[in-house]
């Protein structure tokens, strides 16, 4: 048997690229930028039997007021989210017969950082709310996701409802 000495040496995406892809926030200009968030789409991808999913960077940029008027939800695709850095909450509601988010289903929960979560297709959620100054998160859906299979309610609009997230 031949023993080989394999020095560990620092991951970047140069030293990595020949045997995948780094997951790290990209030093490029984001897909969609606002305010409130940066996204970066498509920074790597999940290559499966059929079809492609994508990894997302997403930072969601600043506190805001814990009021959400807004909900979306992808029906043909689950999407996963990993925190990377920072606390926040997020906001959930199951699909209503009328295919709107079902207000006797909504629930607030906490992410401390230190798991991931994945919801399910035609579940509505919306961007979370960070508790510290930003929030990072790792998104995982089916490539073209954000093109093809978003649907955004406005809360008041079609159920005269806003929800404010109460902190206990």
């Known amino acids: 048997m ?28 984001p897909d969609c930028s606002d305010d409130k968030l940066d996204l970066w789409c498509g920074i790597s991808e999940v290559k499966i039997d059929q079809g492609t ?12 007021p814990f009021t959400c008027n807004n909900f979306e939800c992808h029906k043909n695709t689950s999407e996963a989210m990993i925190p990377v850095s920072g606390q926040s909450i ?8 009328s ?3 079902d207000r006797n289903t909504i629930k607030a929960f906490y992410v401390d950082g230190s798991k ?8 509505w959620h919306w961007l979370p709310y960070p508790l510290s100054k930003q929030a990072s998160f790792i998104l ?3 490539k073209g996701t954000p093109d093809e ?3 955004v309610v406005d809360l008041k609009e079609k159920l005269d409802l806003s929800i404010k997230v109460i902190l206990q």
Not at 2 to 29: A, C, H, N, Q
Not at 116 to 123: A, C, D, H, R, T
């Open 140 to 142: 995982v859906f089916k």
């Open 53 to 64: 999913s994508q990894f997302c960077w997403l930072n969601v940029k600043s506190r805001r």
């Open 2 to 29: 031949k023993l080989i000495e394999v020095k560990v040496e620092e991951m970047s995406r140069e030293s990595f690229k020949s045997y995948g892809d780094v997951i790290d926030m990209p030093d490029t200009k």
């Open 90 to 97: 997020v906001l959930v509601a199951n699909n209503s017969a």
């Open 116 to 123: 991931g979560f994945n919801f399910k297709p035609s579940v």
């Open 99 to 101: 295919n709107l988010p």
């Open 149 to 151: 299979d978003l649907h």
